[in-house]
T-cell receptor, first 115, second 114 residues
Framework: DTGVSQNPRHKITKRGQNVTFRCDPISEHNRLYWYRQTLGQGPEFLTYFQNEAQLEKSRLLSDRFSAERPKGSFSTLEIQRTEQGDSAMYLC?????????????FGNGTRLTVT | AQSVTQLDSQVPVFEEAPVELRCNYSSSVSVYLFWYVQYPNQGLQLLLKYLSGSTLVKGINGFEAEFNKSQTSFHLRKPSVHISDTAEYFCAVSPMDSNYQLIWGAGTKLIIKP
């Protein structure tokens, strides 16, 4: 169990650029979640996948945001035409099964700074 | 809709003293309750959870929490803290009719004074 891995750890980009983050979940976990966390706040749910299917998207996820999980393994989160308000920590988590008997395992996050 | 309130943004406490971190929630449906911890430069990890059964829940690292339905609270306690408990602590709830949604509090920074 190598844990949930997120890359890059930090990303600085200029407003208007596109960015892509990657999450590698724990290998046998079929559920994968993306959250966003701003300073002084708890995480906010963005979206989740069961295997390769994206089952739920928050209304926080504007049309500039897209997430994929091809083949039900790693996932990518892309933000197009970044805005300063997108600056945040983007967290990925995975779990083995539905229900809360299987805990979420979080990665260390990708910190995005939009200048 | 659900919301979670962590009343204290920071709690300073001396080493070996007891601590209580407060969490209150609001929900129109029954919820599951969680406490997560985030150590500096690390990801969030589960401390403990309440799903059903006994309202006193024991977690890792000597922490425990008590679910109080009438007061809609889920306060976290530890009888004696160590310097290694320095971290940010997050309370979260999940509506029982959802198996994926977590609503989080803003977090409480626990600062241990030597």
């Amino acid at each position: 169990d190598t844990g949930v891995s997120q890359n890059p750890r930090h990303k600085i980009t200029k407003r208007g650029q596109n960015v892509t983050f990657r999450c590698d979940p724990i290998s046998e976990h079929n559920r994968l979640y993306w959250y966003r966390q701003t300073l002084g706040q708890g995480p906010e749910f963005l979206t989740y996948f069961q295997n390769e299917a994206q089952l739920e998207k928050s209304r926080l996820l504007s049309d500039r945001f897209s997430a994929e999980r091809p083949k039900g393994s790693f996932s990518t989160l892309e933000i197009q035409r970044t805005e300063q308000g997108d600056s945040a920590m983007y967290l990925c988590a995975s779990s083995l099964a539905p229900g809360w008997n299987s805990p979420l395992h979080f990665g260390n996050g990708t910190r995005l700074t939009v200048t | 809709a659900q919301s979670v309130t962590q009343l204290d943004s920071q709690v300073p406490v001396f080493e070996e003293a007891p601590v209580e971190l407060r969490c209150n929630y609001s929900s129109s449906v029954s919820v599951y309750l969680f406490w997560y911890v985030q150590y500096p430069n690390q990801g969030l990890q589960l401390l403990l959870k309440y799903l059903s059964g006994s309202t006193l829940v024991k977690g890792i690292n000597g922490f425990e929490a008590e679910f109080n339905k009438s007061q809609t609270s889920f306060h976290l306690r530890k009888p004696s803290v160590h310097i290694s408990d320095t971290a940010e602590y997050f309370c979260a709830v999940s509506p029982m009719d959802s198996n994926y949604q977590l609503i989080w509090g803003a977090g409480t920074k626990l600062i241990i004074k030597p």
